[in-house]
């Protein structure tokens, strides 16, 4: 599982990128766990996009997000980027 810090921001996203790279190079799924996510900007959800697509294309597990916190969930359907990130109503947060 990889939890997210509480903000995620331009300085966070290369980080992102490593740990889901890291987690697709070995083949695995990754639950995310968004709940501790108090600011999310841009970058990250860029990295959060390409990094879903990445694990759907590799034909294996997948990426999922698991627990999100208000503040993820609202700037992720504000930017309409919920069905792309898997972000359902039924996920916690």
């Known amino acids: 599982m990889l939890i997210l810090s509480s903000i995620l ?8 990128k490593t740990s889901l790279r890291e987690a697709l190079a070995k083949g695995d799924g990754l639950a995310v766990d ?3 996510v108090s600011r999310v900007t841009s970058p990250c959800l ?6 879903m697509r ?13 627990t999100a916190s208000d503040a993820f969930r609202d700037t992720v359907s504000g930017l309409g980027l919920a069905p792309m ?6 996920i916690s947060g």
Not at 46 to 51: D, E, S, T
């Open 9 to 16: 921001d331009l300085t966070a996203a290369a980080a992102l």
């Open 85 to 90: 990130l898997g972000l359902q109503e039924n």
């Open 46 to 51: 860029q990295v959060l996009a390409a990094g």
């Open 34 to 36: 968004a709940s501790a």
């Open 54 to 66: 990445a694990f759907t294309e590799s034909g294996g597990p997948g990426l999922r997000i698991v």
